[in-house]
């Protein structure tokens, strides 16, 4: 079953998502999301752009 997809559920970045992107369909994101990275705060917009401007650039 080579048509199945694999996501990444925890740990990708904007440092490694080049990686896991190379052997995975996609990936859930939330921390590396948020300001200072910290789980607790609020979604920083800025850094969910520069995030998805490098997923965009390695479609």
Known sequence: MTDVPVFANTGVNIDNVADVMSVASGC???THFKVDGNT???VD???VK???DKVEGLR
Do not use: D, L, S, T
Request: charged share 25%; aromatic share 16%.
């Open 28 to 30: 859930v994101i939330g």
């Open 40 to 42: 607790w705060n609020h």
């Open 45 to 47: 917009e800025a850094r």
């Open 50 to 52: 520069r995030f998805m």
